[in-house]
């Protein structure tokens, strides 16, 4: 199964928060979990999908490498570790959350014990975020485009990665959105709200809709029921062609994320 083009995100959400969340997601028919060992929420993601009334098999789960846990030797049983606090045998895909080029840890370390972690069968699927396309190339050539299944990358209206994202097609690896709404800023550009008001439907839904309609994966997330409802719609929502490229022109090269120490030299994105 490849990664499924609608999921939830649960970054900065822990304890009973990240519980009601995911709850509340399951319940209204997300079917894609998204979560990290850095996020510090994978033992009560687990409890949200274990009383859950939605199979196991039915929840596509993603966890992330974090940099501490890069060399060979930490790598399998840091995932081990994580499967154990979602209480599966295994997760459909694991990524290597930031490349972390200040780490000792080579790339040809990391990704080959990545692949060594699916051929255990602890994964299923393997991919890498917030890689830019030179991280991209080293990658496939230790472990094969066909064994990266996604690049999670930051990716919204004002930062729109074109370079990036034509590379990862002519590759074959699938974009995988997060930050889709910018933390927010993105919901009060009048270009989006103008769209908005028009088709009656959120700036949410319209930024949503428009990164589908790219064949981008999103995986935004809420505390709030009603908003992952409407969120939820965006996947049948159907932007007219003038609209999605007024948001195309929005691209600024706006980053919100960069990490000192784990982020990359991006590539541009216009």
Known sequence: MTVPAFGLGTFRLQGDTVIHSVTNALELGYRAIDTAQA??????????????????????????????????????????DSLKKLNVDAVD?????????????????????????KTLGLTKKIGVSNFNIDLLKQAIAV????????????????????????????QGIKVTSYMTLAYGKALQEPVIQ????????TPAQVILAWALAKGYAVIPSSTKRANLASNLQAQFITLSDQQLMKIDRLDANAREVNPEGLAPVWDQSI
């Open 39 to 80: 996020y510090d929420n994978e033992k009560e993601v687990g409890i949200a999908i274990k009383n859950s009334a939605v199979a196991g098999d039915d929840i596509y789960l993603t966890t992330k490498i974090w940099v501490d846990n890069l060399s060979k030797e930490a790598l399998i049983p840091s995932l081990k």
């Open 93 to 117: 895909l694991t990524l290597i959350h930031w490349p972390a080029p200040s780490s000792p840890i080579q790339l040809e370390e990391y990704m080959t014990a990545l692949l060594e972690a």
């Open 143 to 170: 472990v094969g485009a066909e064994n990266i299944e996604t690049n999670q990358i930051e990716l919204s209206p004002y930062l729109q990665n074109r370079q990036l994202v034509e590379f990862m097609a002519e």
């Open 194 to 201: 103008v769209i908005a008001e028009t088709n009656q439907q």
